[in-house]
């Protein structure tokens, strides 16, 4: 009668995945805290915006922000934000204030390797980067 659950994964362009390392790397040591933009189509969560939420706070061990100031958006997907320290995996604080459909974590020391993307329940979803800034091409994906 209801179907079978949707499986979900998330795809991250290229350039937006280089804005989401290097914001990281700027913010290091404390977290950073971004808002992935994108759409949501049959399981497939493609982000490909960024934005920098307002009056968003941030230590070593913790980054949020208050979301009523966040302007309407139908296109926000989910969140980003660091783990300067300690693993890539979202904590119980992480979990109670998820916002969207994904939260990507990235870890020190913010590369494509320790960026992973997570649901509500705390289930790794499978995360892939696609496109080349240069040349535009969708087809070119690298699966994390």
Avoid: Q
Wanted: include cysteine; aromatic fraction near 10%.
């Amino acid at each position: 009668m209801f179907g079978k659950k949707l499986e979900r994964s998330v795809e991250v362009r290229r350039d937006v995945m280089d804005s989401i390392l290097s914001y990281c790397r700027i913010k290091h040591p404390n977290e950073g805290v971004l808002v992935l933009k994108g759409r949501s189509k049959r399981g497939l969560i493609t982000v490909d915006g960024l934005v920098i939420p307002p009056f968003s706070e941030s230590g070593p061990s913790f980054a949020g922000f208050p979301h009523s100031f966040l302007p309407f958006d139908l296109s926000y997907v989910g969140m980003v934000h660091s783990h300067p320290s300690g693993p890539a995996e979202p904590s119980l604080t992480d979990l109670h204030n998820f916002f969207g459909l994904v939260s990507v974590i990235v870890g020190f020391p913010y590369e494509d390797g320790s960026v992973y993307a997570w649901d509500s329940g705390g289930r790794r979803l499978p995360l892939s980067i696609y496109g080349d800034p240069a040349t535009g091409a969708r087809d070119l994906r690298k699966t994390l």
